[in-house]
């Protein structure tokens, strides 16, 4: 567990969480000695994708539910490329939207420094 911890920066709390929520699936639950969970690279990558997910706003429902589509074994690869697919429109989606944020900040930014003479980041505290 630790050594799966420090590969996906995740904590043994948020690791215990997603495997009890489905999210992640160990590669063997240990001997009947011991609690221990052994995780392969497999879930590496999908525990990096889960963070990756998360911090572009998709919440841990909607990540489960794109999980268990994934791997379902009846889902041959023209599916999950599929879904692969529309992950993919909705992340450029995602993108436009953070672009077109990122564009109204700037744009307030600019009116509000153009009143200083000083830029607003170089202003000395109050």
């Given amino acids: 567990m630790k050594a799966f911890c420090e590969a996906t920066g995740l904590t043994r709390d948020t690791v215990n969480f997603y ?6 699936e160990p590669a063997g639950n240990g001997s009947a000695t011991n609690s221990y969970r052994d995780f392969d690279e497999d879930q590496v990558e999908a525990a990096q994708m889960i963070t990756m997910a998360k911090s572009l706003g998709f919440s841990l429902n909607e990540i489960k539910h794109l999980a268990e589509r994934y791997r379902s074994a009846d889902m041959d690869t023209y599916a999950q490329a599929s879904i692969l697919r529309e992950q993919l429109v909705k992340l450029e989606e995602r993108r436009s939207t953070l672009e077109a944020m990122e564009q109204a900040l700037n744009a307030k930014l600019a009116r509000i420094e153009a009143k200083t003479e000083t830029p607003v980041g170089e202003m000395p505290a109050a």
Avoid at 19 to 24: Q, T, Y
């Fill in 19 to 24: 495997v009890r929520l489905g999210l992640i």
